[in-house]
């Protein structure tokens, strides 16, 4: 069955700094979905972005990148210049195709940005 | 508003009632689902909906849950006999069937407390 680890539980910084949050999954299936949402102490998940297995291309929107590798399966989010407003619980998220409506979420790590 | 709703936000219930919530989707989604999320974790995936069926349950929905969809509109998950174990948030999701991979939308949730 598909697993995602992140291994950060919690990460603290200072306002402009920039974070990354660490994201590793297990699958055994060639074609699947991995996704990253945001959950502000308001509690509703925010969906930030979806990658298909088969799209290895980066993305940036703008504060935001992320950077997939199969190689390591790792699926790892980074915020430039941190802003108080980042502060949230940050999950990550896979899903296989066989199977696309089991969505299986990591612990998720709590990100707070410090003026 | 045209995100997920839920209803309650909050319910707080002593061992051995029941509870009823309800969840409305996005209006052109014809999949729903249920999570249940407790401290420090990420979402758990209890069941899904596709239109008014129920597709799949996970082993955490015990014999005390049942959900259902009836017009396969809104859903509700009733939790009989709680127990205090059963403290957590309840999230709705829901998503479009048309692409195999489309994101999931979710709701503010349900937070439970059984005392």
């Known amino acids: 069955a598909q697993k995602v680890t992140q291994a950060q539980t919690e990460i603290s910084v200072v306002e402009k700094e920039d974070v990354t949050l660490d994201c590793v999954y297990e699958?055994?299936?060639?074609?699947?979905?991995l996704f990253w949402y945001k959950q502000p102490p308001s509690g509703e998940l925010v969906f930030l972005i979806r990658?298909?297995?088969?799209?290895?291309q980066n993305e940036i929107s703008g504060r935001y990148s992320w950077n997939f590798q199969k190689s390591t399966s790792s699926f790892n989010f980074t915020i430039t210049a941190s802003q108080v407003v980042d502060s949230a619980v940050y999950f990550c998220?896979?899903?296989?195709?066989?199977?696309?409506?089991?969505?299986?979420f990591g612990a998720g790590t709590r990100l707070t940005v410090k003026p | 508003d045209t995100g997920v709703s839920q209803d309650p936000r909050h319910k707080i219930t002593k061992r051995g009632q029941n509870v009823t919530f309800r969840c409305d989707p996005i209006?052109?989604?014809?999949?729903l689902y249920w999570y249940r999320q407790t401290l420090g974790q990420g979402p758990e995936f209890l069941t899904y909906?596709?239109?008014?069926?129920?597709?799949?349950k996970s082993r955490l929905l015990s014999d005390r849950f049942s959900a259902e969809r009836p017009k396969g509109s809104f859903s509700t998950l009733e939790i009989q006999r709680t127990e205090q174990g059963d403290s957590a948030m309840y999230l709705c999701?829901?998503?479009?069937?048309?692409?195999?991979?489309?994101?999931?939308?979710f709701g503010p949730g349900t937070r439970l407390t059984v005392l």
């Open positions: 699958t055994r299936d060639t074609t699947y979905y």
């Open positions: 999701a829901s998503r479009s069937g048309v692409s195999s991979y489309n994101e999931q939308f």
């Open positions: 998220a896979l899903s296989e195709a066989w199977n696309n409506n089991d969505m299986r």
């Open positions: 990658r298909n297995s088969f799209d290895e």
């Open positions: 909906f596709q239109n008014e069926a129920q597709l799949e």
């Open positions: 209006s052109e989604h014809n999949r």
